[in-house]
């Protein structure tokens, strides 16, 4: 049972536009959000966080929107370039239990940025 | 910034084979370094979670004889596939925790991966 949905597998945008891209969570534990952007043949990078006492967070081109109650999460990024092209993972966490602090992550969605 | 390095970055083995790949944090101390594995257009699952000086914790469904860690120092961690065959060909990750963070870490760096291939 996937705990972290990513249902759109890829998305492409035009350059200079807003690149939205969506998780979902089932787990309402969780109460820390990430996340992550990979390149092909490489590890993934963290790219912004936020925590479940925070409904938004920004940094520069990026921001994160946390919807509790709908247990949904989307990262906007603004405007879009192709370097950001890459597959990006959104992963949840939880501070309880024996599993705190470890990542759960989406499968991924995959951001093509048209010149 | 904080730096994870994995060798080898890509291995082809033989099967029956066993392989150790290292997970090594550069510039910082980690108490706790996890193993992931990537399968084409999937998710990373953890295998593991590794503590310095102690048993590692595997995920469920992860055979604990079939893949040895060891985390015998703050800044290397192995991961040894043992007996290796063909459907344990994949993307493997490393990713640390810096000790220096407070309370509940949550943000992992991430190695650059190993590509296994048995063949």
């Known amino acids: 049972d996937q705990q972290v949905k990513q249902n759109s597998p890829s998305l492409s945008v035009q350059e200079g536009r807003i690149s939205i891209l969506n998780c979902d969570y089932t787990n309402s534990m969780f109460d820390y959000f990430l996340w992550y952007k990979k390149y092909p043949a490489e590890g993934p990078t963290f790219l912004i966080s936020i925590s479940s006492i925070k409904d938004k967070n920004e940094d520069g081109r990026f921001t994160v929107f946390l919807n509790k109650s709908a247990k949904h999460l989307s990262l906007h990024i603004v405007p879009s370039q192709p370097g950001d092209s890459a597959v990006y993972f959104c992963a949840a966490s939880t501070s309880y239990g024996g599993s705190q602090g470890n990542l759960i992550f989406g499968k991924g969605t995959k951001l093509s940025v048209k010149p | 910034g904080a730096v994870v390095s994995q060798h080898p970055s890509r291995v082809i083995c033989k099967s029956g084979t066993s392989v150790k790949i290292e997970c090594r944090s550069l510039?910082?101390?980690?108490?706790?370094m996890f193993w992931y594995r990537q399968f084409p257009k999937q998710s990373l699952m953890l295998m593991a979670t590794?503590?310095?000086?102690?048993?590692?914790?595997?995920e469920q469904g992860v055979e604990k004889d079939k893949f040895l860690i060891n985390h015998a120092s703050l800044t290397l961690s192995t991961l040894t596939v043992t007996s290796a065959h063909p459907e344990d060909s994949s993307f493997y990750i490393c990713?640390?925790?810096?000790?220096?963070?407070?309370?509940?870490?949550?943000?992992?760096?991430f190695g650059p991966g190993t590509r296994l291939t048995v063949t």
């Open positions: 590794s503590n310095e000086g102690s048993k590692a914790t595997y």
């Open positions: 510039d910082f101390q980690a108490t706790t």
């Open positions: 990713s640390a925790r810096d000790i220096q963070a407070r309370g509940i870490s949550y943000e992992q760096y």
